[in-house]
């Protein structure tokens, strides 16, 4: 089920943030538990638009947009390849007549997703500009 965010998901979402980066073997640890809460809870859900998706209790996967932007696109590991980010991204962007995100160029399996999705590679950086320190992709997806 897919369901606007609330206040109270805001611990539940900073976790699964972290369940999922965590999954990668190539991504640094830039930020605290303590941290991505305050990120998810002070930044992300009152200026984004964010929506969960849910099985039973538990939120397994999550979009945040910005205008244009898809800011944070997230699922648990153990619910990939089940069309859960594929809801979230078409629910979330299907009024959207130009869509921009940023992808790690480690990331295969989110550009594999991204591409099936009909976004386009549209710039190539070299980390110096994220956080993370880590190449990146800008992709556009136009209608």
């Known amino acids: 089920m897919l369901r606007p965010a609330t206040g109270p998901d805001a611990a539940s979402i900073a976790r699964l943030m972290r369940v999922a980066l ?3 073997d190539w991504m640094p640890v830039v930020h605290t538990p303590a941290e991505d809460l305050v990120f998810i809870r002070d930044i992300v859900l009152p200026h984004q638009q964010v929506t969960v998706a849910e ?5 397994v996967g999550f979009i945040a947009v910005s205008g244009d932007w898809v800011e944070q696109l997230y699922l648990d590991p153990d619910w990939t390849g089940q069309g859960i980010g594929s809801r979230l991204l ?13 992808c790690f160029q480690s990331n ?5 997703f991204y591409e099936r999705h009909a976004f ?10 994220n956080e993370e320190g880590l190449p ?8």
């Open 22 to 24: 965590g999954s990668f």
């Open 120 to 129: 386009r590679a549209e710039a190539f950086s070299d980390g110096t500009t």
């Open 108 to 112: 295969t399996g989110a550009r594999r």
């Open 136 to 143: 990146d992709i800008f992709y556009v997806r136009r209608a």
């Open 55 to 59: 099985a039973g209790e538990n939120i």
């Open 90 to 102: 078409t629910q979330a962007t299907a009024a959207l007549p130009v869509v921009k995100l940023h």
